[in-house]
């Protein structure tokens, strides 16, 4: 795309109400712009890196056999009361809403209730089961506060995936073929390196742990005692010597350290299916309790934590996987050969499905290096009078220096590292 | 995807309390699933269909430079003050919900107000213009009734799209663009040749007239007076003297129809612009108002109305363009020849991106043909013993008859038509 089509500029400052960092530089970027405290809309830009995102997350779900759904926002009562998490004294961050006739609603706040629900209709034998089902669309969360930007949002997009499995074991493998995936998508948005997987309180209602997946980093909420050769973590709320004992973790190979939360698993055990009446016949046609997961990540959140980790002095750096283009374009002055030479690269480049954009605006060169920086490219590429027809500078956003290089060795280049 | 991994099952009754006949079928197939009158989730072969249509409603927006964003269903009260439609005297179907602090918020019933606040940040010289926005997103609608299934949600899926134009004969070019690309939208998804633009009322603030794209259907809720070979028509609503003669239509030439509404787009002059303080500078350094347009696509309503439109006495009818599989194949019998030949032919099928529904469950055969005809799957493909190994049945969803062909000539008949 050229930035001349764009509608999205760079902003000198973000509102003065805005105090997150990754809020800051999203929206001077023009990735996203905030409608209150914790609800941004995702201009261009942002939608591009939340669709990566997206779809890095759907194809590791569909990997493991997630069948993608799309429940509703708007909720029954009914279905709530019947596990006890309607009451504003039990759950204390619904957004509510009322029909014409006065009967209350919920606003999407979570979707066990639903989804169980849904799925008395279809569960019914040992033979229908077990399965995962999936979604990826927005959560509404009343917090009290809202000052951390993408990181806790009121409105927020997320990926919830439930597993029911008929056995404890079978839900066993279940979770854990989820916990693969979730290393799988954190390794592919290039945070692998830096997140663990967590043990964490799992709930009141088991003896069972939950796991976070914690991405280290100084922002972080959360303290957690990370295993760097183990490559797992206890969350400082159950770090106790009977739980080490039980992880097998030791108090010595610990490190404490600031990680921000990008997932959560938990084991459900029979709670809500139990509660809802969603049961299934066994071989030997007796009525068992269907055992429930559940695999939560935040996919805007995810937005935030990269915008906020990777950042340097000079703005955003997106991981190439997620990167809104891959190649900021610059064509210094307006020369007839440099604009020509220019409208070819631009060509190619796209011809060989690498995104581009073009700042083709009349605008000073400084003007589009710092554009270019504070957008986050990967790769700047630039033609100039100067560099002469044949050659073309390219320096990665993260490189100290550029390189010159021939038109065709810079598309080689990008294509194998891409 | 093989039917004994889905989740989903076809069912012989939709809720007692669904009346209409789109979601009565989508029901039983397995589509959808009714939350409550007016939101229904969308179950992995409804969400499909879903996809396919937001897939071409995309490209289309795309392609006249469209750019996409993602608004937030949160919204601030201020900025619909502003317009004078926050009030539920003014607007009476808006959901609405509160913070903790008690401030009101509304539920996205439209984005109007949002985006053009949101503009005024981008939008200054006349250099800025012109420009489209868009996004595909939910929308909710406080109804008082809800009956007619996915024909009038109280949350539904929508593509709005906004034009702003630095002059009149500008936002007439922009707004002549958007409708052609609404009839390529149509003719793609199947409903051209029966879905007409249609001259409706354009609201109290301007002169000029709305256009709605109304598609021919018994059940349509609206009356429209039809010009079939101008390809023109104009809703009952405004059928007069008077504005036929502006339309250049002639009475004699009309036939009066039932139609539903798939689309409208309206002028909006500078209504909104003025009233959310969104103007540009011109090249004489003078302020000016900006000229805005609106295009709206009900993308559930779509799903709801292709439903409706193609049914028959068996069941859902899909246009190629939006099925959510090409082929529903199937293996008569548990021969190991045959289901070996059935696993070839779906794996051949998958490697030439045909989508396929293989029923590999161990279910009778009338079974399996009755599903294949209530989902509506445009090819029905058949292997059994009687066949033999070098023959496959083929059988299109609409045609009377079946033909015997060899694999090869099953691909090619396929792919060639698809």
């Not at 016949?281 to 996919?299: F, H, L």
Request: glycine share 6%.
């Amino acid at each position: 795309m050229k930035r001349s089509q764009m509608f999205t500029k760079t902003l000198r400052d973000a509102p003065a109400d805005e105090v997150a960092r990754n809020a800051v530089l999203l929206i001077r970027a023009g990735f996203i712009s905030k409608q209150m405290a914790g609800a941004y809309a995702y201009l261009p830009l942002g939608k591009r890196v939340l669709d990566n995102i997206v779809q890095i997350i759907r194809e590791e779900m569909d990997a493991v056999g997630g069948q993608e759904l799309l429940m509703t926002t708007l909720q029954s009562r009914d279905i709530w009361e019947k596990t006890n998490r309607w009451d504003d004294a039990v759950v204390d961050n619904w957004f509510k809403t009322k029909l014409k006739n006065g009967t209350e609603l919920g606003v999407g706040l979570t979707h066990e209730e639903p989804i169980v629900d849904m799925l008395r209709l279809y569960v019914d034998s040992y033979k229908d089961l077990p399965l995962y089902v999936y979604q990826i669309a927005s959560k509404f969360r009343n917090e009290l506060r809202a000052k951390s930007g993408l990181l806790r949002g009121r409105e927020f997009m997320m990926k919830d995936m439930y597993s029911f499995a008929r056995t404890q074991s079978e839900h066993d493998e279940l979770y854990e073929k989820a916990a693969d995936a979730y290393t799988r998508v954190y390794d592919r948005l290039g945070i692998g390196d830096r997140t663990y997987r967590t043990a964490a309180d799992g709930g009141y209602f088991t003896e069972r742990f939950s796991d976070e997946y914690q991405t280290l980093s100084k922002v972080g909420e959360d303290t957690i005692y990370v295993d760097k050769t183990k490559k797992l973590a206890i969350n400082k709320e159950i770090y106790t010597d009977e739980n080490l004992a039980k992880l097998g973790l030791v108090k010595e190979d610990l490190v404490e350290e600031h990680a921000i939360e990008v997932g959560n698993i938990f084991p459900l055990e029979s709670k809500y299916s139990d509660a809802l009446d969603l049961y299934y016949t066994d071989e030997n046609g007796k009525k068992q309790s269907v055992i429930m997961g559940c695999y939560g990540i935040g996919v805007s959140r995810l937005v935030g934590v990269l915008a906020e980790l990777f950042a340097d002095d000079k703005g955003l750096v997106w991981p190439k996987a997620v990167a809104p283009a891959q190649v900021y374009l610059i064509n210094i002055g307006n020369d007839e050969n440099v604009v020509k030479n220019t409208t070819e690269l631009y060509e190619k480049l796209k011809a060989k499905n690498i995104e581009v954009v073009w700042d083709d605006r009349d605008a000073r060169p400084g003007e589009k290096f710092a554009d270019a920086d504070l957008m986050g490219i990967p790769y700047r590429v630039v033609l100039s009078e100067k560099l002469g027809s044949d050659t073309v500078e390219l320096k990665s956003r993260t490189a100290e220096n550029a390189e010159l290089l021939l038109p065709e060795q810079l598309i080689k280049k990008i294509t194998t590292n891409a």
